[in-house]
Structures are given as structure tokens and as C-alpha cells.
């Protein structure tokens, strides 16, 4: 697996292209604003094609572009407890960057805890709420990767202040399914830059094992 990274418009969300070289398949994990356009232009140029698209969770800045995909009948994969906010992104404008322009989208296929094969890779999908109720991690444990979305990132965690955020409820995905993964595991964020379990586990100053 090779791992492309955008970040995003308007607030620096990180889209993820996942490339199976052998089969000339992309996954993208996320769809920010631009998304659409960076991995579409990606699969002309290469003679690619995008396959699937994995959302973290149903925030409205990792969903602007979503919409797009729809359009393109390119399967899109979330969690049922965000299906508000993908159903009815505008409940999040309050929230939003105002005058940004929020579309509902169609999720093609819930997921929650369990293995997805898509795009030739094969993933473990775990539930990490606390940031939000559908937050999923992707774990490719072939090439030791995680995609966190907004539960962790490089020294910090997702805020709790959100509707449906609480961090008790993170903290406990955290320790129990992010930190138990192979210290070695790199954690893809949905902000900011890559880290890994061990990095986070001993030094994160929000959930740390001591
Ligand atoms: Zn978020
Ligand atoms: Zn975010």
C-alpha cells in the first residue's frame, strides 16, 4: 500500500489515498474540500480508479466532497451512529466555517466493528467514539497503518465538546483500541501529522500509559 496525503481546506483535514499499485485501485479515507478533484486527477493521470471511499466520521469538514462521490457511484463506507450528520449535514453549520456549503450524502455501505476487504486491501475497522458517536479507525495491519480520523492525532485528541463528543468515551477507545494495536503502528490522522502507537502511548499529555 502506498499512502498519499492532501490536507485540506478550509481547517487543514487530511484526505488519504490508499494505492494498490498492483491492481491500479485508490481508496480515499475521507472526503474534505478538494478531495474530489486531488483523486480524481490522481486516477486519470495513472490510469487509476478509485474504488471506495472510507469516512472516519461524519464531520462536515471531512465531508464536504462527499456528495461528489455519490454522483460518480463510488461506494461510500461510515458508521450508522453518524448517519445525521451525513444525512442532514446542515444540523453541523453552527459549527461550520460560515457560507461553506454542506451536502447530504448517501452511505452505500454501514460498517462498524469487523473486517472490510475493499480496493485488494483488507481491513480491520474499529469503533472509536468519544470525538463522535461513528467515529471508525481503518487498521491495515499488512503495512502496520491506522487511520484514526479525529480520535488521536500527533500529540493530542479529538475535542469532546461537540454534539455526541464525551471523553470518558475517547479515552476508553483510546487506551483500548488504539493503544493495544503494535506499538510500531502508524497512526494516520485526520489533522495534523502522522505518529505512531508507541510516540502517543507514552508521551500524548491528553491519554498516556505511564
Ligand atoms: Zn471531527
Ligand atoms: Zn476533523
Not at 471506495?52 to 469538514?61: I, K, N, R, S
Not at 465538546?161 to 494495536?181: C, H, M, Q, R, W
Amino acid at each position: 500500500m502506498r499512502i498519499k496525503l492532501k490536507e485540506c481546506e478550509p481547517i487543514g483535514t487530511n484526505a488519504y489515498c490508499l494505492l494498490n499499485d498492483d491492481l491500479k485501485q485508490v481508496i480515499l479515507v475521507d472526503a474534505p474540500l478538494g478531495s474530489f478533484e486531488w483523486s480524481s486527477e490522481f486516477c486519470k493521470k495513472y490510469n487509476y480508479e478509485l474504488v471506495a471511499v472510507l469516512l472516519t466520521h461524519g464531520h462536515w469538514d471531512h465531508i464536504l466532497d462527499a456528495h461528489l462521490f455519490n454522483e460518480q457511484k463510488i461506494p461510500l463506507y461510515g458508521h450508522q451512529a453518524d448517519s445525521l450528520l451525513f444525512e442532514q449535514p446542515e444540523r453541523m453549520m453552527q459549527y461550520a466555517i460560515p457560507g461553506i456549503n454542506i451536502r447530504a450524502l448517501e452511505i452505500n455501505h454501514w460498517i462498524e466493528t469487523g473486517a472490510i476487504s475493499v480496493g485488494g486491501f483488507s481491513f480491520e475497522v474499529f469503533e472509536v467514539p468519544g470525538h463522535c458517536p461513528g467515529s471508525l479507525m481503518f487498521y491495515h495491519k499488512d503495512s502496520n497503518a491506522a487511520f484514526v480520523g479525529d480520535a488521536i492525532f500527533a500529540g493530542g485528541v479529538g475535542r469532546c465538546d461537540l454534539p455526541g463528543g464525551d471523553f470518558k468515551v475517547l479515552e476508553a477507545s483510546i487506551l483500548n483500541k488504539i493503544y493495544t494495536l503494535p506499538l510500531d503502528t502508524q497512526l494516520y490522522p485526520g489533522h495534523g501529522p502522522m505518529t505512531t502507537v508507541r510516540i502517543e502511548r507514552s508521551g500524548n499529555p491528553f491519554v498516556s500509559i505511564p
